[in-house]
């Protein structure tokens, strides 16, 4: 399975950007989709995880009531609407999945918890 990020780019303190994230390959329905991030000189970090169904989603609090995880399965494809964005919210994003039987599992937030990564796409916010 691979995991394609997209999206990224230089918006502006107080916009708004989209980023997906398409898998290809073997892919398959029953994964829980999550977006980290990685600013530079800083570890990577959890943002966002949404359940197999769609219906579970869970935030870090820095991003909490900003940004929005959803998915579309038939489309094997999981999206981070990120609105009011500040200077702190720059970083490489990171689209990650794992392997779930579970359709309403959600809570992962680990980076070990995850067992494929997309390549990371940059966000750039200038105040």
């Known amino acids: 399975v691979q995991l394609q990020a997209s999206g990224g780019g230089l918006v502006q303190a107080g916009g708004s950007l989209g980023l997906s994230c398409a898998a290809s390959?073997?892919?398959?329905?029953?994964?829980?989709g999550g977006w980290f991030r990685q600013a530079p000189g800083k570890e990577r970090e959890f943002v966002a995880t949404i359940s197999w169904s769609g219906g579970r989603t869970y935030y870090a609090d820095s991003v909490k009531g900003r940004f929005t995880i959803s998915r579309d399965n038939a489309k094997s494809t999981v999206y981070l609407q990120m609105n009011r964005l500040k200077p702190e919210d720059t970083a490489v994003y990171y689209c990650?999945?794992?392997?779930?039987?579970?359709?309403?599992?959600?809570?992962?937030?680990?980076?070990?918890?995850?067992?494929?990564w997309g390549q990371g796409t940059l966000v750039t916010v200038s105040s």
């Open positions: 990650a999945a794992k392997r779930t039987y579970d359709s309403v599992g959600y809570y992962y937030t680990a980076r070990t918890d995850y067992d494929y």
């Open positions: 390959g073997r892919t398959f329905v029953t994964y829980v």
